[in-house]
């Protein structure tokens, strides 16, 4: 929600605008960035976690 928070914000006040790739893979980074400080993850980087959630959302459930 921060995140399309802070496009939203970028949006209205700046006139910027972003395509939804580029929301989703900020979003993307932010979860990332966010479970490897909780977890205190060191053996995977950012982009691991970016790629583990790009194969979640391609699972057929």
Do not use: C, H, P
């Amino acid at each position: 929600m921060w995140s399309l928070w802070l496009v939203r914000n970028d949006y209205i006040f700046n006139n910027s605008s972003k395509q939804v790739w580029e929301v989703g893979d900020l979003v993307k980074t932010r979860v990332a960035i966010w479970m490897k400080a909780k977890f205190d993850i060191k053996v995977y980087t950012v982009e691991d976690f970016k790629l583990f959630l790009d194969g979640i959302r391609k699972l057929k459930l």
